[in-house]
C-alpha cells in the first residue's frame, strides 16, 4: 500500500520560506515522478509543480515559478517543496501526490495521480 506523509506546514509572515516534505513508503520511490497541490479554502485543488522520475526535469505552475523549488531524495524515498518570498496567496493545504504507473512525465492534472497524502496547512499572515 502506497503511503505519502507530508510535514513541515506551518504559520509564516509574507516573504517568508518553508519546506515541506513528503515522505512515500509502499514501493519503489525512484520509479515514479511526483506531484505538489495545494488547495485554499473553497477553491479547487491546483498543481503546484511536479518533478520527473529522473529529478532531472522539474514543471511549475506560473504562480509560484521562481519561487518554489521541488527536489527529491530517492535514497530517503522523499520529495521536497522549497517555497520562497511567501505570499498570503500561497495559503492552503498543500499534498503531495504520485501516479499509479511508473513514469518519467509530469502531469498538471489531479487526474494524473492516484495516491495523495493527508495534505499540510501552509498560512502566510501578510
Known amino acids: 500500500q502506497v503511503q505519502l506523509v507530508e510535514s513541515g506546514g506551518g504559520l509564516v509572515q509574507a516573504g517568508g520560506s518553508l519546506r515541506l516534505s513528503c515522505a512515500a513508503s509502499?514501493?519503489?520511490?525512484?520509479?515514479?515522478?511526483m506531484g505538489w497541490f495545494r488547495q485554499a479554502p473553497g477553491k479547487e485543488r491546483e498543481f503546484v509543480g511536479g518533478?520527473?522520475?529522473?529529478?532531472?526535469?522539474?514543471y511549475y505552475a506560473d504562480s509560484v515559478k521562481g519561487r518554489f523549488t521541488i527536489s527529491r531524495d530517492d535514497a530517503k524515498s522523499t520529495v521536497y517543496l522549497q517555497m520562497n518570498s511567501l505570499k498570503p496567496e500561497d495559503t492552503a493545504v498543500y499534498y503531495c501526490?504520485?501516479?499509479?504507473?511508473?513514469?518519467?512525465?509530469?502531469?498538471?492534472?489531479?487526474?494524473?495521480?492516484?495516491?495523495w497524502g493527508q495534505g499540510t496547512q501552509v498560512t502566510v499572515s501578510s
Open positions: 509502499g514501493r519503489t520511490f525512484s520509479k515514479y515522478a
Open positions: 518533478i520527473s522520475r529522473s529529478g532531472g526535469y522539474t
Open positions: 501526490a504520485a501516479p499509479l504507473y511508473s513514469s518519467d512525465v509530469v502531469v498538471a492534472g489531479t487526474s494524473g495521480y492516484d495516491y
